[in-house]
């Protein structure tokens, strides 16, 4: 009886050489589109984070003569960062600090959502948003109120690893007065771009001091 040795396929050298660069080429193809995907929802779930603040802040206005925050709810003194600001919110209008951090964010990328004491309240780099102070209720509705952080100046950085970059320099979320939320596309050439006023693209819209009033004034949140 005859018995027969089949050979199993297999690839040869040159067939797994030409499946690897195919992999390779769709892999190169596919890394940017993710890479996209994947940011546009960390800004969506950020955007979201940030119409939950200032729907925040407008409860705490509706108990405060539609004023906003401009007094430090522990000592009484004039807040003077982001971060004071929004520890009045505590714990009557808000028990949970996650929202005030972005994953990434050079200046509040964490919180440990302790808020047992005012001290643990939004301690340094466990807030990622700016606000705008000196607001009220009866505000344009289109003036912002909270804002992502920027480089200290109002404007918004290429780099995603230093204060004001980081969307990289693409886009900034804007929550306005009347808790309408958006991811704006900056303007502006060069390393530093700008949210631009919508009656005047050239002017920065975080220049709150120029159309709000002298009493209105942009805060940053506190660094780590």
């Given at each position: 009886?005859?018995?027969?040795?089949?050979?199993?396929?297999?690839?040869?050298?040159?067939?797994?050489?030409?499946?690897?660069?195919?992999?390779?080429?769709?892999?190169?193809?596919?890394?940017?589109?993710?890479?996209?995907?994947?940011?546009?929802?960390?800004?969506?779930?950020?955007?979201?984070?940030?119409?939950?603040?200032?729907?925040?802040?407008?409860?705490?206005?509706?108990?405060?003569?539609?004023?906003?925050?401009?007094?430090?709810?522990?000592?009484?003194?004039?807040?003077?960062?982001?971060?004071?600001?929004?520890?009045?919110?505590?714990?009557?209008?808000?028990?949970?600090e996650k929202i005030f951090s972005?994953?990434?964010?050079?200046?509040?990328?964490?919180?440990?959502?302790?808020?047992?004491?005012?001290?643990?309240?939004?301690?340094?780099?466990?807030?990622?948003?700016?606000?705008?102070?000196?607001?009220?209720?009866?505000?344009?509705?289109?003036?912002?109120?909270?804002?992502?952080?920027?480089?200290?100046?109002?404007?918004?950085?290429?780099?995603?690893?230093?204060?004001?970059?980081?969307?990289?320099?693409?886009?900034?979320?804007?929550?306005?007065?009347?808790?309408?939320?958006?991811?704006?596309?900056?303007?502006?050439?060069?390393?530093?771009?700008?949210?631009?006023?919508?009656?005047?693209?050239?002017?920065?819209?975080?220049?709150?001091?120029?159309?709000?009033?002298?009493?209105?004034?942009?805060?940053?949140?506190?660094?780590?």
């Amino acid at each position: 009886m005859k018995i027969s040795h089949r050979k199993s396929p297999a690839f040869t050298l040159i067939e797994l050489l030409v499946v690897i660069s195919i992999i390779a080429i769709l892999a190169s193809i596919a890394s940017p589109a993710l890479i996209g995907a994947l940011k546009n929802g960390k800004i969506s779930r950020a955007t979201a984070d940030a119409r939950q603040v200032a729907l925040s802040l407008q409860l705490y206005a509706q108990d405060h003569d539609g004023a906003y925050p401009s007094e430090r709810s522990d000592t009484g003194e004039n807040i003077s960062s982001a971060n004071d600001a929004f520890r009045c919110l505590f714990p009557n209008y808000l028990k949970n600090e996650k929202i005030f951090s972005v994953a990434g964010s050079p200046v509040g990328k964490s919180a440990d959502n302790n808020i047992s004491s005012p001290a643990e309240i939004l301690k340094a780099g466990e807030n990622h948003w700016a606000y705008v102070a000196g607001l009220n209720t009866t505000s344009d509705s289109e003036w912002p109120l909270v804002v992502d952080h920027t480089d200290g100046g109002g404007t918004y950085g290429l780099k995603e690893t230093e204060a004001g970059g980081t969307w990289g320099g693409i886009k900034a979320i804007v929550v306005h007065v009347d808790t309408s939320a958006t991811a704006v596309l900056l303007a502006g050439a060069g390393s530093r771009r700008y949210i631009a006023r919508t009656d005047d693209k050239s002017k920065n819209l975080l220049n709150v001091s120029d159309y709000a009033g002298k009493g209105s004034r942009l805060l940053e949140p506190v660094k780590q």
